[in-house]
């Protein structure tokens, strides 16, 4: 039987959500919520403005999707949805005080499952994969 990349790939991203899920479900967040909470603290601290759009870009998800992702970190009370003072129909996404207490810990944790994921290439084999991965993602680049 002929092994195909995409379904290896594939079988690496569920076993990678799996695996995060189940470490990020001590903190009732899925490995998504995860995600975007890190991409909310990482632009805080460059002082860059988040929208619901920044999020689907980012993230490659559509509206829907990011809409659910924002509703259940907002009812967890993590997120905020701050009207923008000219344009009140604009709202920015910001963390609150409950996110950043978790903000070291969960990258700490999201670090430990990546470096598990690849524990079994040496350093040059890892960093050969992700070029080849950059290369597969952006092949005009």
Do not use: W
């Not at 594939?10 to 990020?24: G, M, P, S, T, V």
């Not at 975007?36 to 805080?44: A, E, G, N």
């Not at 890892?126 to 070029?131: S, T, V």
Request: one cysteine or more; a neutral charge.
């Amino acid at each position: 039987m002929e092994i195909r990349t995409s379904m290896l790939i594939k079988q690496l991203y569920f076993l990678h959500q799996q695996r995060l899920n189940k470490i990020f479900c001590e903190f009732d967040l899925t490995a998504t919520q995860t995600f975007t909470l890190i991409y909310l603290f990482q632009s805080r601290e460059a002082g860059r403005s988040v929208k619901q759009k920044d999020i689907e870009h980012k993230m490659e998800i559509s509206n829907p999707t990011v809409t659910g992702i924002l509703n259940r970190l907002e009812h967890k009370g993590l997120i905020q949805r701050v009207a923008d003072e000219k344009d009140a129909r604009v709202k920015h996404i910001v963390v609150t005080e409950k996110a950043l207490e978790l903000d070291c810990l969960l990258r700490q944790k999201f670090n430990e499952a990546d470096k598990e994921m690849v524990a079994s290439l040496n350093e040059e084999e890892e960093k050969q994969l992700q070029d080849m991965l950059m290369r597969m993602l952006h092949p005009s680049s």
